[in-house]
């Protein structure tokens, strides 16, 4: 594995973010080209100011893997977020993204131990996170990680909607 640390994000660290999510985003879910829906979501959504605030929010965790200074991926978690499927308050992986030339390396495992054992020392009990149904790659991954499809959910944009599976993990 690419020697890897893993860091809490830094309001100062929200450019490179922002650049990352954008194109790691457009590469995962853009296949058919890029829409307007697409565009405005990544524009908006991953701007540096909103990632800036984001940052610094106390009911979010943003954490990065840098590899020789610079960030090859990036994990959100939102600390009370209302499972659409049993209407509890539950941790919620909100992003998790590597940076496509090292897709492979162990950096999605690194950034979701780094959470997992944040959450056990929290005493957490529950990881949820959505993911699209036609991700497999993702899905696989998760799997792979402990995490179990326990329902699914629309997810409506600007014109059309995307089913996306809702994983759970038990944190033992
Ligand atoms: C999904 C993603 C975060 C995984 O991160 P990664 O760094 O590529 O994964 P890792 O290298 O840490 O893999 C960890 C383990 O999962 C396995 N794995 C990873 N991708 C897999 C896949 N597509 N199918 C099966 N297993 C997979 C690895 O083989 C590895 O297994 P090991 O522990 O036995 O060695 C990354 O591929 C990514 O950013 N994809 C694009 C963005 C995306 O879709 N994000 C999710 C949005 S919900």
New binding site residues.
Partial sequence: MTKISIEKADPSDALRISVLLKT??I??YAYDGISFEYANFVTNRFSVEYIEKSIQKKSSLFLVAFNEGNIV?VAEIIYNSLCPIRKTNVVELS????H?T???????????NAIESELRSMGKAHIN????IK????I???E??GFTIIGSVDCVMEENSYEDLIMNKVLT
């Fill in positions: 790691a985003y590469q995962a991926g992003k998790l993204y590597v496509q090292f897709i492979g390396k162990g950096i999605g495992k690194a950034l979701m996170l959505e993911v699209y991700n497999q790659e993702a696989a991954f998760y792979k990680q």
